[in-house]
């Protein structure tokens, strides 16, 4: 069975700093994974999809790398600001719809 | 805005009620899925919809009951709810369910109290 984990449960930064977000999974048999932000009450938005044949990915000041033979994934964020405040999830999917961790919440402190 | 809509946004309703559920999604997307987010939990599987046909059922209580029409519209039909089952209740939709570069998107999800 999938498991997903999620390291630090929360982290709280400066504004302007650099961090990294991590992100495990058990089963490496995955065929994407995706990382998810998530505003307090609100839904999930898609940020970032990897496909398991992709080492890793960027939009804007956010890069996430795969590395599925060590079951690993890290969403580095550059630059953070206040605005990047909120939960961020990471899921896997392969032969079973989408596996969640319990996410890193993150607040970056003006 | 991520094109799939819930409704409604929140909804507080008693252990006897019945209520609905809805979700549509305007992507074009064959799949289609609940799940659930209870505090201090990773966000659960309940039910799978491809093209209209229910694929995946988590051992879910049968006072949860999904119905999809047709492949934008999803529903969820709650009956004799406990307080426990108090969530978000979160729907998604994707081109197709387990398959390569077949990405998820979210509604806004419905905040459900049982009293």
């Known amino acids: 069975k999938q498991e997903v984990t999620q390291i630090p449960a929360a982290l709280s930064v400066p504004e302007g700093e650099n961090l990294v977000l991590n992100c495990s999974f058990t089963?490496?048999?995955?065929?994407?994974l995706q990382w998810f932000r998530q505003d307090p009450g609100k839904g999930l938005t898609s940020l970032l999809l990897?496909?398991?044949?992709?080492r890793e990915q960027t939009s804007g000041r956010l890069n996430a790398s795969l590395d599925k033979s060590s079951g690993r994934s890290t969403l580095y964020i550059a630059a953070s600001q206040p605005g990047d405040s909120a939960t961020y999830l990471c899921a896997v999917s392969g032969n079973t719809p989408l596996v969640f961790g319990k996410g890193t919440r993150l607040s970056v402190i003006a | 805005e991520t094109g799939v809509t819930q409704t409604p946004r929140h909804l507080v309703m008693g252990m006897t009620n019945k209520k609905s559920l809805k979700c549509e999604q305007h992507?074009?997307?064959?799949?289609m899925y609940w799940y659930k987010q209870s505090a201090k939990k990773p966000l659960e599987l309940m039910f799978v919809?491809?093209?209209?046909?229910?694929?995946e059922n988590n051992s879910v209580p049968s006072r949860f009951s999904p119905e999809c029409p047709n492949s934008s519209h999803l529903f969820l039909h709650l009956h004799t709810l406990q307080p426990e089952d108090s969530a978000l209740y979160l729907c998604?939709?994707?081109?197709?369910?387990?398959?390569?570069?077949?990405?998820?998107?979210f509604g806004q999800g419905t905040r459900l109290t049982v009293v």
């Open positions: 992507l074009g997307h064959n799949a």
């Open positions: 089963d490496s048999a995955i065929y994407n």
């Open positions: 919809y491809s093209l209209e046909e229910r694929v």
């Open positions: 990897i496909q398991s044949s992709q």
């Open positions: 998604a939709s994707s081109p197709h369910p387990g398959a390569l570069n077949t990405e998820a998107f």
